[in-house]
């Protein structure tokens, strides 16, 4: 198959953003929707990955935050800490790590770093957004953020990589 011309990469880099950029700035105009912002957009930002444009993701990933910014700007920052990397980091252990001792290795890394973002999102959230989360999630942070949230990346960094693979399946059949 003949190497992907740059105006092609561009193109669906530029509509990968469209997606992501509509989806969160609908999510942070939604409260109920603001999760399924940040998914979609991270399910768009597969699209340019599933063709090995890293360069069109990371573009995408700026840009779609960038022009989310004005609409929703505290709701962006798991996106931004996390939901826009998490596809690009995704692909470069998908290319670049072989053995499965680093695998094991860059799951508790990318564990560590979902616990973290989500600390963060939820002091940026209640405090800087001034969203109201339940009394028992306030209560039992600790437990609920770093027990929870671990076995729910688990689960999530899995499925994540099912996504991709079927991203890489659909544009294949588009380039056909």
């Known amino acids: 198959m003949k190497k992907p ?7 669906l880099s530029a509509i990968a953003c469209a997606f992501a950029a509509a989806f969160l700035m609908l999510g942070t105009l939604n409260p109920f929707l603001l999760a399924t912002g940040y998914l979609v957009a991270a399910f768009a930002l597969m699209v340019p990955l599933a063709e090995g444009f890293l360069w069109g ?10 022009l989310a910014l004005p609409v929703g700007l505290w709701k962006i920052v798991p996106y931004a800490v996390f939901f826009g990397l998490h596809p690009i980091v995704n692909y470069l252990q998908r290319k670049y790590v072989k053995k499965p001792l680093f695998k094991v290795f860059c799951m508790l890394i990318k564990a560590a770093w979902f616990d973290l973002a989500m600390w963060l999102s939820f002091f940026v959230l209640t ?11 306030t209560k039992y ?9 671990t076995v729910f990346f688990a689960v999530y960094d899995v499925m994540i990589f099912y996504c ?9 059949r588009i380039r056909r």
């Open 164 to 172: 991709q693979r079927s991203a890489d399946l659909a544009i294949r």
């Open 127 to 137: 405090t800087m957004a001034g969203m109201p989360f339940p009394e028992t999630v």
């Open 5 to 11: 011309s740059k105006s092609f990469e561009i193109a």
């Open 57 to 66: 993701a990371s573009l995408c990933y700026l840009a779609a935050g960038l």
């Open 141 to 149: 942070l600790y437990l609920v953020l770093f027990l929870g949230g």
